[in-house]
Structures are given as structure tokens and as C-alpha cells.
């Protein structure tokens, strides 16, 4: 079926209100990653995600949202069978290790091909959480819990209704838990940067590149715990690493908080990027939840 989209000049001025700020970001951004070379790749894919945040946040539109949806609504699995998932290093012995996984930018999702369409609230964006990254999100969650953690997934849709005041609303979201947890992931896509690989190739199939976002707090006066985060981060990143090489990129320190203060450890994670599928970001989480869970239980003790 052909569907015909009609712009109206309201649309217009939301996409001129885009363009100029792309080139306002060109030409700030710009000016940094010619002046530091050393930088370079790093320089990169932050303007690709500021890059993307801004047009987003320029073109916002407010979709349908099923008000009965519970947070709690268990999402399908990938067909990952509970024999190929990797065996940890380490033992999850005594009290049972907390998980929790949520999502400040709710409706990132993945480059749309045949069987995982959805529909769009943005370029790469949609409400679906079938096709979002809160289904990568459940079956890292589903992973994790054969390991034997206790795991929470929180669905909240914190993207609404303002994109930019989204980490205010995952915030609350994450303090509405009384009990702490013994680890927070912000689940999240990443934004493609020009020249870098589109994906992985690990055990014959590809798959989507991971990295871990740390943030130092910025000039927030009550700042994370910079250093134990950034660790963990390493750690895992290293581990992943080791075993697939090319599959995780460096640790990335950026000055914001991530809303990392919360506890210890609390690591944003980006599952691939908007030029990777749906299939490609969910075949490389029994990797990451292998590495997540092995460094969580050395680092408690559970060996």
C-alpha cells in the first residue's frame, strides 16, 4: 500500500527550524574536531547523537499512546534458546543480585526492512515497544533473569511529551523504586557515524556494535560515582572484547550525569545504531548480558 504524506507549512517550518539547526551543529562541532585530532572518532559520533536529538526535539510530534499499557507488560522474545545462551564464569551464589533496565529515549528504534516495520514518531523513532529499543531491552532482561538476577524492565514511555526534559522524567521513573538495585542500565540506540563499521561480525552473522556511556555530572552539584562507573564500564568493555573482538567500542566520558548518581554501578548503554535492524541489536545481547553478568558477580563476590 502507498501512503501519501501531505506537508503542511507548519511541517515546513519544522523541517527549515531543523536544517538551520544542523548546520549550526556542523558548524560549532566542526570547529572542534578539526582542532583536536586526537579526538576525532569520539567528536564524531557525539555530534551524530546531538545531531539527531536536535532535529527530533525540532520536529517533535505527539503520538497515540495506549494510557492501559502497564509498565510492566512483558514484550516476545528473539528466538534465543536457553542452549545457546553462553554459560557465565562465575556463579550467582546467595542473595540475588538487582537489575534494572529502563529507558530515557523511549521510542529509539532501528532501520526499518521487511517483517520490522513500525510507525514512526521520528526518523528511527516509534511508540511501538515491539520494534523500540525497549524490546532489546526485554530480552536482555529475560537473558539476565536465566542467570539468575532478579530484573526489573521498566517500559515507562520517559520520552513524552517533551524530548528534551527526558532524563527528568527517567528519573523519576527509576526513584519510584524504593529498594536500590545493584546495577541501572539506561538501555539505548545510538546515532551512525559517517566511516564506521555498520556492524559486528561475530560467530558468523552480523550483529550490532555496543558501547558505554559514562557520565562525570557536569554541573550538577550531586555528580555520580564517576569513577566506580567508569570501571565497570572498562571491565565489561573489555570482556566482551576479549571474546568477540571489535564488538564494543572505548568507554565514552561525557559531561552530563546521565542520571548516574542513582546508585553503583550506572552505565548508559548504546545496542547499535539507526543503520543496524532490530534483528542485528537484539543477536548481540546474549553477548552483552554474558559480560554483564559475569563482571556483576565478581564484583559482588559471587564466585
Known amino acids: 500500500m502507498i501512503r501519501i504524506k501531505v506537508l503542511k507549512a507548519s511541517h515546513l517550518m519544522l523541517w527549515a527550524a531543523a536544517a538551520l539547526l544542523v548546520i549550526l551543529l556542523l558548524v560549532i562541532f566542526g570547529g572542534r574536531m578539526i582542532g583536536n585530532a586526537s579526538t576525532e572518532n569520539t567528536d564524531a559520533s557525539l555530534v551524530a547523537m546531538e545531531m539527531e536529538e536536535a532535529i527530533y526535539a525540532s520536529s517533535f510530534v505527539l503520538p497515540e499512546i495506549d494510557e492501559e499499557a502497564s509498565k510492566d507488560e512483558p514484550l516476545p522474545l528473539a528466538v534465543v534458546r536457553e542452549e545457546d545462551i553462553p554459560e ?3 556463579e550467582n551464589i546467595g542473595k540475588k543480585l538487582r537489575i534494572l533496565i529502563y529507558h530515557t529515549h523511549t521510542h529509539e528504534a532501528y532501520a526499518q526492512v521487511d517483517g520490522d516495520e513500525y510507525v514512526e514518531t521520528g526518523a528511527w523513532r516509534t511508540a511501538d ?6 524490546r532489546v ?3 536482555l532482561g529475560a537473558i539476565l533473569e536465566l542467570y539468575g538476577f532478579e530484573v526489573v524492565h521498566d517500559v ?3 520520552e513524552m511529551p517533551n524530548f528534551n526534559t527526558a532524563y527528568e522524567r527517567s528519573l523519576n521513573t527509576v526513584l519510584s523504586y524504593e529498594e536500590p538495585f545493584d546495577l541501572y542500565i539506561d538501555l539505548h540506540r545510538d546515532a551512525y557515524t559517517s566511516g564506521e563499521e555498520r556492524a559486528a561480525f561475530v560467530n558468523g552473522q552480523d550483529v550490532a556494535g555496543l558501547m558505554f556511556l559514562i557520565g562525570d555530572g557536569g554541573n550538577f552539584t550531586v555528580k555520580p560515582d564517576v569513577a566506580s562507573n567508569y570501571d565497570f564500564a572498562c571491565a565489561v568493555t573489555e570482556r566482551l572484547n576479549e571474546k568477540h ?3 564494543c567500542r572505548d568507554v565514552m566520558v561525557k559531561s552530563n550525569r546521565y542520571n548516574q548518581h542513582v546508585g553503583t554501578p550506572a552505565v548508559l548503554i548504546e545496542v547499535g545504531h539507526n543503520e543496524n535492524t532490530l534483528q542485528e541489536a537484539l543477536a548481540c545481547i546474549p553477548y552483552l548480558a554474558e559480560a554483564l553478568a ?3 558477580m565478581l564484583q559482588s563476590g559471587g564466585y
Open 129 to 134: 515497544k515491539d520494534y523500540s529499543v525497549v
Open 88 to 90: 557465565p564464569e562465575t
Open 245 to 247: 573482538p571489535g564488538l
Open 156 to 158: 515507562t514511555d520517559n
Open 137 to 139: 531491552g526485554a530480552e
Open 294 to 296: 559475569d563482571q556483576l
